[in-house]
T-cell receptor, first 110, second 115 residues
Framework: SQQGEEDPQALSIQEGENATMNCSYK?????LQWYRQNSGRGLVHLIL?????REKHSGRLRVTLDTSKKSSSLLITASRAADTASYFC??????????FGDGTTLTVKP | NAGVMQNPRHLVRRRGQEARLRCSPM?????VYWYRQLPEEGLKFMVY????????ESGMPKERFSAEFPKEGPSILRIQQVVRGDSAAYFC?????????????FGPGTRLTVL
């Protein structure tokens, strides 16, 4: 399967702690994107990282990409209860379509 | 610049009926992608279209499902003779190109419930 894989499947932390989610894939990619999805809602685009980039930041979010290991990580620092959601990685190849992982469900307890 | 529009947002159908889902891409985007999300799962690719052409339908079920993106108007995902297993959220995304660094912009989704 070419599907991305994410771990952990579920993560529960206290407000103020950091949350790290990982994503692995099996093919050469053009870019990788991270999305957030609140229960029953649409996707919110968080960060796009290109294959020639190693790290990107956006506010409390930090994404890394290691193309040699075919893996990416999303770090959320100083988490808040409002960060509770499912987080998905999706990678793009020359084929155009996005391939999604099954997501990490993050619960941030107040 | 309006984002990707999908309608309806919620659709209820009885088994055997037809479901038609519409997607209007962002202005200037000629590439459209449809994805399906079953409960508690990630999005699964269904079909990739450009204006008047199907580029990749490798994720589309062989029967009952069809998609089009006409020269004028929205892209349509059509499901004939719906079954309960078709109940899911269907997301559309668009991009301006298929280029190396294309970013896909997602619509809010259509939630299909089959009774």
């Amino acid at each position: 399967s070419q599907q991305g894989e994410e771990d952990p499947q579920a993560l529960s932390i206290q407000e103020g702690e950091n949350a790290t989610m990982n994503c692995s894939y099996k093919t050469s990619i053009n870019n990788l994107q991270w999305y957030r999805q609140n229960s029953g809602r649409g996707l919110v685009h968080l960060i796009l990282i290109r294959s020639n980039e190693r790290e990107k930041h956006s506010g409390r979010l930090r994404v890394t990409l290691d193309t040699s290991k075919k893996s990416s990580s999303l770090l959320i620092t100083a988490s808040r209860a409002a960060d509770t959601a499912s987080y998905f990685c999706a990678y793009n190849t020359n084929a155009g379509k996005s391939t999604f992982g099954d997501g990490t469900t993050l619960t941030v307890k107040p | 610049n309006a984002g990707v529009m999908q309608n309806p947002r919620h659709l209820v159908r009885r088994r055997g009926q037809e479901a038609r889902l519409r997607c209007s891409p962002m202005k200037g985007h000629s590439h459209v992608y449809w994805y399906r999300q079953l409960p508690e799962e990630g999005l699964k690719f269904m079909v990739y279209l450009q204006k008047e052409n199907i580029i990749d339908e490798s994720g589309m079920p062989k029967e009952r499902f069809s998609a089009e993106f006409p020269k004028e108007g929205p892209s349509i995902l059509r499901i004939q003779q719906v079954v309960r297993g078709d109940s899911a959220a269907y997301f559309c995304a668009s991009s301006p190109s298929r280029g190396e660094y294309n970013e896909q912009f997602f619509g809010p989704g259509t939630r299909l419930t089959v009774l």
